[in-house]
């Protein structure tokens, strides 16, 4: 299990008057909540403790990954990969019992500008038809190995058009088309899904002037979603304060289609950062409209992408990494002390969950 829990763990997304349930006519809540077992050091012991920890908070299990391009390129099995380094950790999280869903990076989750760091490492691209094919091995692999709920395919796509090169854009959108239209040929009935940049779709990010834009473009783009990712962090989007996200943040996006969503990765950070003045009380603040919004929005789940704070300087991190910016992102500390906004996350998880 060592090698599949480190290979996740590389991927490095309780003020009593705020721990109130969102408010729901129906007195239930329509989605699942959950966290990715990312740890706040990179050491199989912590990727443990975090499993095991935030599975108490939880009814459900999110797992973010790279593409492992350099293996790939390598000439190693993607087959291989999967069972050697995601099978296990895959069913800790779900022996429980709970949902998985399983978002797959293929590009740069840092910096949706270039491509993902291997790849670029290597002189490599996207673009390239044989690194494309070895997307769809991998892609195929983990669907029929790991089996997930969910399988998340491309990430924060529209993010990915505003800032990278118009050709690797396209390129995710050849590859993971391809790539979905396999699996269904192939039998799976996985949902497949995309996640887009909720702040981007508002029109918020980067250099947007504050008018909503939607998502139009990546629902023709990627027809085969059967659930749409949600991807926000309001904090670094110009909200000073989690009151002001309008209610319909999420709800508008879909723009009247009745296409379920899932928040796959989000938070806001209980700490000040570089142009960012924040608080644990804000935190637990931002937990409780986030629960609104997904109410509102009648949301099939929501992830907070990590459960701990991530201790910074135990990452190898390159010089100028923006990861700093989301390392206190977690409802309990490096060292697992809880903070306000976990009181919260359970008053809300304590509410009766609709079956659908």
């Not at 975090?50 to 390129?73: C, F, G, K, Q």
């Not at 804000?282 to 609104?292: E, G, N, T």
């Not at 060292?335 to 009181?343: C, E, N, Q, T, W």
Request: proline letters at 6%.
């Amino acid at each position: 299990m060592r090698s599949s829990i480190l290979a996740l763990a590389m991927v490095a997304g309780c003020a009593s008057s705020h721990a109130e349930a969102p408010a729901s006519a129906s007195g239930s809540r329509t989605f699942r909540m959950g966290f990715s077992p990312i740890p706040p050091r990179l050491s199989t012991a912590e990727v443990l403790r975090t499993a095991d920890e935030m599975s108490r908070h939880a009814d459900a299990a999110l797992m973010v990954l790279d593409i492992p391009w350099t293996a790939l390129l390598a000439d190693t099995s993607a087959a291989l990969l999967v069972r050697r380094d995601q099978l296990q950790l895959a069913q800790l999280l779900r022996q429980r019992g709970v949902p998985l869903v399983v978002q797959l990076e293929p590009a740069n989750g840092l910096d949706r500008g270039t491509e993902a760091a291997a790849l670029v490492a290597l002189g490599r691209s996207i673009t390239e038809p044989a690194v494309q094919r070895l997307y769809r091995d991998y892609v195929a692999a983990f669907d029929s190995i790991v089996r997930p709920d969910y399988l998340i395919v491309a990430v924060e796509t529209n993010l990915i058009r505003a800032a990278s090169k118009p050709a690797v854009y396209a390129a995710l959108v050849t590859m993971s088309n391809a790539a979905a239209a396999e699996r269904r040929a192939a039998g799976s009935t996985t949902k497949l899904m995309v996640s887009v940049q909720v702040d981007v779709a508002w029109g918020r990010l980067p250099g947007g002037n504050g008018s909503f834009v939607g998502i139009a473009r990546d629902r023709a783009d990627f027809p085969f979603v059967d659930v749409l990712g949600l991807s926000s962090y309001p904090y670094l989007a110009g909200f000073k304060a989690p009151e002001e996200i309008p209610l319909d943040y999420y709800a508008r996006v879909a723009d009247g289609a009745s296409l379920p969503m899932i928040v796959t990765e989000g938070g806001w950070t209980s700490g000040s950062v570089t142009g960012v003045t924040s608080s644990p009380e804000l935190q637990a603040r931002y937990i409780r409209r986030q629960m609104q919004l997904a109410d509102a929005a009648k949301l099939l789940g929501v992830f907070q992408i990590t459960y701990t704070d991530l201790d910074v300087a135990s990452f190898n991190l390159p010089p100028g990494s923006i990861l700093p910016l989301f390392a206190q992102l977690g409802l309990v500390d490096a060292s697992y002390r809880p903070k306000a906004a976990l009181a919260v996350w359970d008053s809300v998880r304590a509410v009766p969950l609709m079956r659908r």
